[in-house]
């Protein structure tokens, strides 16, 4: 008799869906159900999962796996009384199991089993990794879900994208652009801010036809020489363009703002597309373009990413499979150069090539190639690969 062994399952990497999603874990909630896992290989003759007692047709690169193996992984991740092993990161300490980081990655095996600092303190220093990141990070090796909460800061409060117009002034559409997350309150309600402090803020209830929702970047003060240079900036608004909360009420001609919108609620703004006949005052874009804005559903970018990086420089490969594999779903003109950077960055050739193949078929990618939007000096160099420039000769003057 020849007995095969069952397949080694890896854990389940859901990146785009919150946990105990109906894909992810079957149709139930009783432990006698099923769950769909990506990741492992499918068992011969095993092409659907069963829950509740029903028959359902299995995604290609799925397994079934019980949902009490799943809620181990769970487990083990709370188990903060048995993490020996610190990760500190520059703003803070995350801890994990060191027989789980022996398991997954040969450099965290060496450092933490040796004789090097590492193996002996238990603490291993990354400091080009956030707390938020190694968090994200670990629990998706321990259980292969993600958690809203770990990038929705302490309130739970979701995150959202804003795409603007590519002829957006004074403020343009990169520092506009990007994912904003809850950073303290005002007027009661959150505010949001990008990467590059620009504010995402409920107007005052007072406004006629309001309130709205408003973008209003931290213009710097230039100098003047007819102003007093001893002036003081207005703290109001120093604590306003930061995580704080802000209590004291402050004028909406003082904060400013670009784009701005009618709907949402007191504690989300209102998402899909901003029209300029919705907003009131000014529209930042002389076309009188749309915005997008989308709630962030999945896990940041950034959070993605950075993930990617760290299972790549620690050689935990089956994670760098699906992380990149979420970063290809990810793919669009907003976040394309963003991307790219990361893979030239991490030296990750399926991921580079992705981008490639999507650049030669955007007509947006081309145009801010032509016009040298791209801040990045490596993606402008990368896309010379299909879009070699060309020096114009010049005349000589005799």
């Known amino acids: 008799l020849k007995w095969d062994p069952p397949p080694r399952l890896q854990p389940s990497p859901p990146l785009l869906r919150p946990p105990r999603s109906p894909l992810a874990w079957g149709e139930g909630d009783g432990d006698e159900v099923a769950a769909v896992v990506a990741g492992g290989r499918r068992p011969p003759g095993r092409c659907c999962s069963v829950a509740m007692g029903k028959m359902r047709p299995l995604a290609e690169g799925y397994s079934v796996v019980r949902t009490d193996y799943l809620n181990f992984g769970e487990a083990l991740f709370a188990d903060e009384e048995g993490k020996d092993a610190r990760l500190q990161a520059r703003d803070g300490v995350a801890t994990a199991h060191s027989a789980v980081l022996r398991a997954v990655s040969k450099p965290f095996r060496q450092m933490l089993n040796g004789e090097m600092s590492e193996g002996r303190s238990k603490s291993v220093d990354l400091p080009d990794m956030t707390k938020a990141e190694l968090l994200f990070f670990l629990r998706l090796l321990y259980t292969g879900q993600v958690e809203e909460g770990d990038w929705g800061g302490a309130t739970g409060l979701p995150s959202y994208t804003v795409s603007v117009p590519d002829d957006a002034e004074p403020a343009t559409a990169a520092l506009l652009n990007g994912t904003y997350t809850a950073a303290g309150t005002f007027r009661g309600a959150p505010k949001f801010m990008n990467g590059n402090q620009v504010l995402l803020y409920r107007g005052s209830q007072e406004e006629t036809g309001g309130p709205y929702w408003k973008l209003s970047w931290k213009e710097e003060d230039e100098e003047d020489e007819d102003e007093d240079q001893d002036e003081e900036p207005d703290p109001r608004l120093e604590l306003l363009w930061s995580p704080a909360d802000v209590s004291e009420e402050i004028p909406d001609h003082l904060i400013g703002w670009d784009f701005s919108q009618k709907g949402g609620t007191a504690a989300s703004p209102p998402s899909g597309t901003w029209t300029h006949d919705r907003g009131v005052g000014i529209w930042g874009s002389p076309g009188k373009l749309p915005v997008t804005v989308s709630k962030v559903d999945n896990p940041p970018l950034d959070l993605l990413l950075a993930a990617l990086g760290f299972a790549k420089k620690y050689l935990v490969e089956y994670m760098v499979q699906w992380l990149m594999e979420a970063s290809w779903d990810r793919l ?36 801010r190639y032509d016009s040298g939007a791209f801040t990045e000096p490596t993606v402008a160099f990368e896309l010379q690969a299909i879009w070699p420039r060309r020096e114009s000769k010049r005349r000589r003057v005799f």
Request: a neutral charge.
């Open 332 to 367: 669009d003109t907003s976040s394309f150069e963003q991307i790219l950077a990361t893979a030239i960055h991490l030296d990750i050739a399926p991921l580079r090539m992705r981008c490639l193949r999507f650049a030669e078929n955007s007509a947006t990618i081309r145009t």
